[in-house]
C-alpha cells in the first residue's frame, strides 16, 4: 500500500490507503495517520493550543502509540519524587526533563503553554536549542506525574534528568564563549578603525605624535582581546604539548602570541609595523568558528543525556510481598523487580517468573522481540513487550551493560583519536614549514646584516601566522558550518568537513537511515470476497491487544464495530480472537490458516500462495482458510535512491552493512540502487567491513541511527547519525541530520568539496601574496602605502571568498517541509 | 585633529559601556534562548496569566 492523499495533519507521514480516522481540529476533521496522532493532536486543540499547528515549521513526530498514563506513576509518588528533584523557595521543587520530539520553536511554545495551563505550575523554561525544559512546581497543587502526563499528551515524551544537570555547566560554558566572542568582535571593530587612519596615514603623511597615540590606543583595545578572548586557545595549546602532542591550538596560539608580541614592542619602541588588526581579527573569526561548533555539540547532548533516555529512572521492588516504587539508583544486586507490560528494564538481571518477550533492538539491532523464559537474563534499556515479568537483580549502576557501552563510548569521544590525528598532521605540517622558512631567514640574515636577522625572522612568522592560517581555513569553516546549520545539519565537529570532502565510500545501516525504521503495512492481498479495507480493519482489531513491534504495523480503523473480543496470545505464532460472531487468527501462514474446521489444504490461492519470505508476511485467516495477507515492511524513505544516485554521481559508491534478514536488505539494496550489501551483520562484524574498507585505502563516511550502529559510527572516518535516531548514536556522530532526511546528505558533501576548495583558494592566495609582498618589502621596493593596501584587500579577498559559501548551493533540494529551518539551527 | 586625544578616550568608554551591557544580559539569560520569546508575540493570548505565582501566593 502507498501514499494516498494528504499526509497526516500531525505527523506528516503518508496515510496507509483505506485507513479512515479522522481528528476533530477547530471543527474540522483533519486526516491523521493512527490513534497515536488522532489523540495528541485532540488534545492539543482541545487545550486551546491549536495555533501550534499554525506556527510549526516542521512536522511533529509520530505518536506510535496513544499516551499510557500509568508510565508516569511513579512520579506520583511525593517521597520519591522528593529525592528525584531539587528543593526550591518557598516549598517547591524543580526538575529538568528531556523532552524526545522537541523540533522546533513551535514546539517548546506548546511545551511552555500547555504546563502553564496547569495550575500549580510556577515556572517553565522551555530551550529549544536543548531540548530541555525546567519545571518548577508546587508539590501541594500538583503531582510531577501529572505534568509529564501532560507533555506526553501533547506528543513530546519527557525524560526527566536525575540530580545536578549538565545542562547547567553547558550553559555557563556558552555563556563564556559568548562574552569572549564580544570582547574579541568589539576590539576588531575598534582596532580597524585605528588601523584604518594608520593606513592611510602612511600614504598622505601623518603627525608622527597622532601615529604613535593611535598604535598606543591599538594596542590598549588589543590587550583583552589577546588576553582574556584567546584564553582557551592557550590553553588548548598548553594541554596539547602536556600531552607532548601538536594541536590545532599550537600554531594558532604561537601566530597570536609572536604577532602580538611583536606589535607591542614595536608600538612601545615606536618602530615597524604594528599587527594589531590582524591578531583581533584572528581571534574573532577562529573564537566565532569554535562557537558555532561548541552550540552544534550541546544540542547533539551529552552520553548522560543519551542515558537518561534509555533507561528508567524509576523501580518497582518487591520486598517481603510489598511492592514499592523506587529510585533506579537504589536497586542492590539481588533486589526482586516486577516490569509491567511497555516497561524498559531500569537494570540487568534474570528472569524469576513470567514468559516474557523483550525488544532488544536497542543493543543487538535485532527487530524481533527475543523470548524470555524464567532465567534467562534481561538487560537495562530494553523493553518490555509480553507478560509482566518478575526479574532478580544481577548488576546495577555502572555495571549493567548499556552503562558498559555507554562508558566506551564516554571515553572515545574524549580521545576522539582519528579527528585529532587528521587535524594535528596538516597543523604540525604547517608549523614545520613555517618555523623552517623562518629559520632560513634568520640564517641569511645573521650572514648579511646580524642586526636585521631576528626583526627579519620574526616578521615572517607574524605574517605567515595570522593572514594564512587565521582567516583562510577558520572564515571558511565558520561559513560552511554556519550554512550547513541553517539546513539543519548540525556539526559537532568541523574537522569532519575536511575528512568528509576526500570521503570515498558510504556504509549504510539499512533500518533507520535508508527506511524509515517503522514498520508498516505496505500491501494487502486478499482471497475470495474479502476487500482489503475489511482485511485491515479486522487484523487492526486484534493486533492492539498486542504489544508486539508487528502490531505498531497495524495503525488502527478507529471504527467502534471491529472490536475483538476473547483475544488470545499464542506466543511466537500469532493472536486468536473474535470479532462479530467471527473466529480469526493473524499470525503466521501456518497458524492463520490452522483454526479448527479450517480445511486441511487451506485456500491454495495463487495471490496468497506466492508471498514468500515468512518474515515481511503476517497472515489472516478464519474457519474458512487464509483470507488475506499484508506484507510489512519497513518502508524506504522516499529521498533514498536520489540520495544514493546523487552519492554515486559525486564518486562516493553505497554500500549496506545491515543486522537485518539477507532477503529483506536485498529488496532495499536493489530498490535503492545499491550493488554491494551484507545482511546479518552484529556490529562487530560491520566494524570488521569498515576497517577492511580503510585497510584498501577508503575514507568511510558511516550514516547510522541506532545504538547497535555507535561502534561503527565510532570506527568510521566521518559518522552522520540520523535526527531522530538514538541519542547514542548522535554522541557518536560528527554530523547530525535534524530534519531526518537524505536530501541534505549529498548537499553536505558537496559543500564541504567547495569548503575544502574555498580554503585551499585563500591558502593559496594569502602565501602567494605573501611570497610576494614580503621579500619586495623587505628590500624596500613597496612603498608602505602600497603594502597597507594589498594588506588590508588581501584579508578582504579571503574574507569574502569564505562567505560564498554561506550562500545556497546552486543544486538547492527543495525543503521537505516549506520550513524556515533557521530554528532549529540555534 | 587635537580633537582626537579627547574623541578616542570617548570612544572608548562608550565601548566599554556597550561590552559592561553586553556581558550583564549575557549573565541575565538573555541570549540563552533566541528562538523561542519571538513566537510569543505571534500568539492571541485569551488565557489569563498564570494565577500560582509564588508573590501571589505569600500574600493569602
Known sequence: MSAAGAPCFHCGEPIPRGLVIHARVAGRDEPVCCHGCKAVAEFITGAGLGDYYRYRDTASTRADEPPRPDRWAAYDRPELVERLTRAEPGGARSITVLLEGLRCAACSWLADKALSLQSGVLDVSVNPATARARLVWDPAKVRLGDLLRVLEHVGLRPHPLAGEPSEQLALLERRAALKRLAVAGFGNMQVMMFAVPLYFGEAQGMDPAMREYMRLVSMLVSVPVALYAGWPFYQGAWHALRARSVSMDVPVSLGIVLAFVASVWNALTGRGEVYFDSVTMFVFFLGLGRYIEMIARHRAGSVADALARLAPMTARRVRGGVTEDVQALELAVGDEIVVRTGEVFPADGAVVEGEGRVDESMLTGESTAAPKPPGSRVHQGTHNLGAPLRVRVGAVAGNTVLSGIIALLERAQAERPRLAKAADRAAAWFLGRILVGAALVFAVWWFVDPGRAFPAALAVLVVTCPCALSLATPTALAAATSSLARRGILVAHTDAIETLSKATHVLWDKTGTLTKGLVRVEEVRCAGDVTATQALAWATALEQMSEHPIARAFPGSGAATDRATEVEVCAGRGLEGRIAERRLRIGTRAFAAGLPGAPAAAAEDGSLAEAGSRESWVYLGDRTGLLAAFRLTDPLRAEARDCVARLADLGLPSEIVSGDEASAVARIAERCGIERHSARLAPRDKLGRLKALQGEGAVVVAVGDGINDAPLLRGADVAIAMGRGSALAQTSADLILVRDSLEDLPHTIELARRTQRVVRQNLAWSIAYNLAALPLAALGYVPPWLAAIGMSLSSVVVVLNAMRLSRGSPRQPRPRWPAAPEAEAA | ?60
Open chain 2, 1 to 60: 585633529m587635537e580633537i582626537l586625544y579627547v574623541m578616542i578616550p570617548l570612544g572608548l568608554v562608550l565601548v566599554g559601556f556597550g561590552l559592561w551591557a553586553f556581558f550583564w544580559a549575557t549573565g541575565d539569560g538573555q541570549f540563552d534562548d533566541l528562538d523561542s520569546p519571538g513566537w510569543t508575540v505571534l500568539e492571541d493570548d485569551q488565557t489569563p496569566p498564570r494565577g500560582d505565582q509564588p508573590g501571589k501566593d505569600d500574600n493569602t
